[in-house]
T-cell receptor
Framework: GIQVEQSPPDLILQEGANSTLRCNFSDSVNNLQWFHQNPWGQLINLFYIPSGTKQNGRLSATTVATERYSLLYISSSQTTDSGVYFCAVEDSNYQLIWGTGTKLIIKP | KAGVTQTPRYLIKTRGQQVTLSCSPISGHRSVSWYQQTPGQGLQFLFEYFSETQRNKGNFPGRFSGRQFSNSRSEMNVSTLELGDSALYLC???????????????FGPGTRLTVL
């Protein structure tokens, strides 16, 4: 089955810093989503991005489907950005396959 | 528009018992998927229902089952609970044509199940 790898696994930054999170996947996918999981477990949708580039405020994402990777950019980090960021891809069986996440800690 | 809701939010059970979790999707969404999240295994797909029919199933034992009602609300049931079933159970809803890939999936807050 498809393998989804996220890097880095952990990231500690000062407030105001920028960061780039990466998601690599091993096969072609139907679509790709980025989520932020807050400390209470809620998964918050960030981007639905099977290909191309999207921006939403301080966050943006780019998926290059032909090269099987996606990047999530966070600019001017705030403490509320802390949490775990997941990439999930939909395989040919229409199942979401999840990466292991990037744990982000933003220090004030 | 109200989001995905799940009840109960927290549950404590003992080994051997059974449990039923409920999920109400976003209005108009007919696809409901269930996921299990544990520290060791991460997020794993359980099953998906669309128009009261199971559309897809992950690699979980038969103790895990589900159903969907005509109003798209879904329930999942775990029988003969084991310690390893302790997890956060998440459901997601999406707009979906009967065939083909999903549109964006939206998640509920989850039910945290502890098995003692």
């Amino acid at each position: 089955g498809i393998q989804v790898e996220q890097s880095p696994p952990d990231l500690i930054l000062q407030e105001g810093a920028n960061s780039t999170l990466r998601c690599n996947f091993s096969d072609s996918v139907n679509n790709l989503q980025w989520f932020h999981q807050n400390p209470w477990g809620q998964l918050i949708n960030l981007f639905y991005i099977p290909s191309g580039t999207k921006q939403n405020g301080r966050l943006s994402a780019t998926t290059v489907a032909t090269e099987r990777y996606s990047l999530l950019y966070i600019s001017s980090s705030q403490t509320t950005d802390s949490g775990v960021y997941f990439c999930a891809v939909e395989d040919s069986n229409y199942q979401l396959i999840w990466g292991t996440g990037t744990k982000l800690i933003i220090k004030p | 528009k109200a989001g995905v809701t799940q009840t109960p939010r927290y549950l404590i059970k003992t080994r051997g018992q059974q449990v039923t979790l409920s999920c109400s999707p976003i209005s108009g969404h007919r696809s409901v998927s269930w996921y299990q999240q544990t520290p060791g295994q991460g997020l794993q797909f359980l099953f998906e229902y669309f128009s009261e029919t199971q559309r897809n199933k992950g690699n979980f034992p038969g103790r895990f089952s589900g159903r969907q009602f005509s109003n798209s609300r879904s329930e999942m049931n775990v029988s003969t609970l084991e310690l390893g079933d302790s997890a956060l159970y998440l459901c997601a809803s999406s707009l979906l044509k009967r065939e083909g890939p999903h549109n964006e999936q939206f998640f509920g807050p989850g039910t945290r199940l502890t098995v003692l």
